[in-house]
């Protein structure tokens, strides 16, 4: 287990038992995580090895489902039915796209997997269901948003304004679904607008542009080039969209326009250059990109030799992961930890200002209820506690409280 999925099925357990989302625990994210670990937990009858276990299985199938969802994209685009297996094993260019869901938890899956649904149910003919699943995105991840923006945008290339009021109905009432529980059961709505909204807005990541640059050839390992293959797919469908060129159809300005959007998150918003996992949004749609080089390639021949290509990539960065050391250093995986281990947080023990706190693993296997909401201690929760010269045993500020502070300087 990951420290991050021990903190979504933490969050998720405590819910269920008394806690209170952005009160008792401190989280930067929409509640639809937290929701969706909840009901996993009361499913799982409190047995947190079987809760882990549902938490797994759902990662799985969250892969499975993307990796259909990006062949059928490709297939709509291109009629192709090559480019679209191509495109689907091309997620698996970033080795940690299959490693990731044995250990827990992880929001970026269910954004690209809502997300794409989203196009998908649009694209039969189900605009609420796409509004629904579009905002769904956004709940597991605020960067979601363009997936309803890509909604409601073919909507209106389409003029189709009885699709245009069901997206946005269908939108609207899952987004009420969502939040109740914030206002009703939690009564923490102040403190969601502060950590959801306020929080991200007010800690930036200053990464330099070459530093993640680096990073992703690191994570991507052999698999560097087809990343460039795929931004040439989506280069190409970009200027065949602009200059009315023979492109695959009027409506397929949403694939570059959703890889511009985590293009730019990635290289000047949000990319934590330690870890691969903030690509997986950006992937989905790299991927695209190479299944339309796929269907562009003239003969059967090359297609096959793009494949083989391809596999062998898979073999070395997946089977191998990262050719184990030879190159690049094998995807970074959490070991086996005795619980021993787990009663002090290496990170907290480097920082002698902050106390001493159990791992959030350790706080997870043992149905702990944490005596204060700051008990992650992320980076961004850091940097937000000394922006407003909190410390990690106060409470979650509110939004007044968090407006005057900010306002002081």
């Not at 694209?123 to 597991?140: I, N």
């Not at 969502?178 to 306020?198: H, K």
Request: glycine share 10%.
């Amino acid at each position: 287990m990951t420290s991050d999925a021990a903190i979504f099925e933490h969050i998720g357990w405590y819910i269920t038992h008394g806690g209170r989302l952005y009160v008792d625990a401190w989280e930067p994210k929409l509640p639809l995580s937290y929701e969706t670990t909840g009901v996993l937990a009361v499913l799982s009858g409190g047995d947190m090895h079987r809760f882990h276990l549902l938490s797994v299985l759902l990662m799985i199938v969250a892969v499975c489902a993307i990796v259909g969802l990006v062949a059928i994209h490709v297939h709509d685009l291109t009629g192709n039915d090559v480019a679209a297996a191509i495109a689907g094993l091309s997620l698996f260019l970033l080795p940690g796209f299959a490693v990731r869901p044995a250990y827990g938890y992880k929001a970026k899956y269910m954004v690209v997997l809502c997300g794409l649904l989203a196009v998908y149910l649009y694209t039969r003919e189900y605009p609420a269901l796409g509004g629904a699943a579009a905002a769904a995105s956004v709940g597991y991840w605020q960067a979601g948003a363009v997936f309803p923006l890509i909604l409601l945008g073919l909507a209106v290339q389409q003029r189709n304004r009885r699709a245009l009021v069901r997206v946005v109905v269908g939108g609207l009432a899952f987004t009420v679904a969502m939040v109740l529980p914030v206002f009703v059961l939690w009564g923490s709505a102040s403190q969601m607008v502060v950590q959801a909204v306020l929080v991200p807005l007010a800690t930036g990541e200053h990464t330099p542009f070459l530093a993640r640059l680096v990073a992703g050839v690191v994570h991507f390992k052999w698999a560097s080039p087809f990343v460039l293959v795929g931004g040439y797919g989506l280069a190409r469908l970009t200027w065949k969209q602009v200059t009315g060129g023979d492109a695959v159809g009027r409506s397929t300005w949403w694939v570059p326009v959703g890889a511009a959007w985590f293009a730019f998150l990635i290289f000047f918003v949000d990319f934590e250059t330690g870890g691969y996992t903030d690509l997986i949004p950006g992937l989905a749609f790299v991927a695209i990109g190479v299944g339309i080089v796929a269907a562009r390639l003239r003969e059967r021949r090359f297609q096959w030799s793009l494949g083989g290509a391809l596999a062998a990539v898979l073999v070395v960065n997946v089977a191998l992961l990262g050719s184990v050391g030879l190159v690049f250093s094998p995807v970074e995986t959490p070991g086996p930890a005795p619980m021993s281990d787990l009663e002090t947080d290496d990170y907290t023990q480097e920082h002698a200002a902050l106390e001493t706190r159990p791992d959030v693993r350790y706080v997870y296997w043992n149905k702990v209820r944490p005596s204060t909401c700051h008990y992650r201690l992320s980076l961004m929760e850091l940097r937000w506690l000394d922006r407003i010269g909190s410390t990690p045993g106060d409470r979650c500020v509110d939004l007044a409280t968090a407006r005057s502070t900010l306002a002081r300087g």
